[in-house]
């Protein structure tokens, strides 16, 4: 199994604030999926990084995919409320479908 | 509504009971996978499932625990005698056929066994 670690755990922060999570692993991904998950609700699927070096956008998310493939980060510029939320990140095995994920870090964005 | 679709939403089992929990894929999607949350823990794997075909059970335990993904209709995750410890939110993804599969996942079924 290939372990992602997540950090900060728990992070949180006033709005308008900026704030950055971590995604690190010892192993090489084909690709790197990061996901939203409110309570009581199943993960929601952000964005899929494939290319190492890759930069994605959306809105005010930037997500980044380490040179090696073995990290990645997630930015949130002017946080908002809204964008409160346990932020998974997971990779598939070797196999291509079996996603491993990271424990999650749990982002408070307050008004 | 073309997402993923799991039912019931909320599942309460006394001890010894059976639990069946089922998943509609998303519309185009062949192929679904089950994944357990349990509390305080990450998301872990338990099976993926084509139709008629069971690919990797890997993350499932040996006993008591059965998937299925039929012909027609939904795919169905069965616990047998159910204990507290599987108390838990089980959730449902499905992807397509691709370079990349992205997964997407159901609102998922939180059972609780008192």
């Known amino acids: 199994t290939q372990l992602l670690e997540q950090s900060p755990q728990f992070l949180s922060i006033q709005e308008g604030e900026n704030l950055t999570v971590y995604c690190n692993s010892s192993?090489?991904?084909?690709?790197l999926q990061w996901y939203r998950q409110e309570p009581g609700e199943g993960p929601v699927l952000l964005v899929t990084?494939?290319?190492?070096?890759e930069v994605k956008k959306l809105k005010r998310l930037t997500f980044q995919f380490g040179d090696a493939r073995k990290d990645s980060s997630l930015h949130i510029t002017a946080a908002q409320p809204g964008d409160t939320g346990l932020y998974l990140c997971?990779?598939?095995?070797?196999?291509?479908?079996?996603?491993?994920f990271g424990a999650g870090t749990t982002v408070t964005v307050r008004a | 509504n073309a997402g993923v679709m799991q039912n019931p939403r909320h599942l309460v089992r006394r001890r010894g009971q059976e639990a069946r929990l089922r998943c509609s894929p998303m519309?185009?999607?062949?192929?679904v996978y089950w994944y357990r949350q349990l509390p305080e823990e990450g998301l872990k794997f338990m099976v993926y499932?084509?139709?008629?075909?069971?690919?990797?059970e890997s993350g499932m335990p040996k006993e008591r625990f059965s998937a299925e993904f039929p012909k027609e209709g939904p795919s169905i995750l069965r616990i047998q005698q159910v204990v507290r410890g599987d108390s838990a939110a089980y959730f449902c993804?499905?992807?397509?056929?691709?370079?990349?599969?992205?997964?997407?996942f159901g609102p998922g079924t939180r059972l609780t066994v008192t």
């Open positions: 990084v494939v290319t190492g070096g």
């Open positions: 192993s090489v991904f084909s690709s």
């Open positions: 993804a499905s992807s397509g056929i691709g370079l990349v599969p992205e997964q997407y």
């Open positions: 519309k185009g999607h062949s192929h």
């Open positions: 499932l084509q139709k008629e075909n069971i690919i990797d």
């Open positions: 997971a990779g598939p095995s070797s196999n291509d479908y079996k996603l491993s």
